[in-house]
């Protein structure tokens, strides 16, 4: 055992970090091809957003579709690039996911559960995108261990 964290020593020694972030990456491309289709949705077939009159914060569906759709492209890319390793897909990541979850909110009242759904998914990627691995040079990761 390792004296410094409890567990066998080789026991995720790479594989933690490796894991969480191809899961996160993964999941991000997942979301990213949903905004996409969203988007694509709302460009063509904005009828489903149909909701009461001044329930829905968007008013233009056809400029949230190209946002969405936009947003959702590159979220994808994003999401190779976590799978690559590249150090600046986990920031970019973060910041996307973090302005998809905002702005999913904006759909809430046409579609709640699809929403919370889309939001929990971008929270669990930036989980996913900031947890250090067991060999991180984090120095946030020891103090919290201690």
Same mark, same amino acid.
């Given at each position: ?17 490796? $894991? +969480?972030?191809?899961?996160? =990456? ?6 990213? /091809? ?5 988007? @694509? &949705? !709302? ?43 590249? $150090? +600046?897909?986990?920031?970019? =990541? ?6 998809? /979850? ?5 759909? @809430? &009242? !046409? ?36």
């Amino acid at each position: 055992m390792s004296a410094s964290s409890g567990a066998p020593e080789g026991a995720g020694s790479g594989t933690a970090r490796s $894991g +969480w972030l191809a899961f996160a =990456g993964t999941l991000f491309i997942l979301i990213g /091809a949903f905004n996409a289709v969203e988007g @694509l &949705v !709302a460009i063509f077939k904005d009828e489903v957003f149909a909701v009461q009159e001044g329930q829905l914060v968007v008013t233009d569906y056809t400029a949230w579709g190209w946002f969405f759709l936009v947003l959702g492209v590159i979220q994808v890319l994003v999401g190779f690039g976590i799978l690559a390793g590249r $150090g +600046w897909a986990r920031g970019v =990541g973060i910041a996307l996911a973090m302005l998809s /979850a905002v702005f999913h909110i904006a759909y @809430l &009242v !046409a579609f709640p559960i699809w929403g919370l759904i889309t939001i929990g998914l971008c929270v669990v990627v930036i989980y996913g995108l900031l947890v250090p691995g067991e060999k991180s040079e984090d120095p946030y990761r020891t103090r919290i261990l201690e």
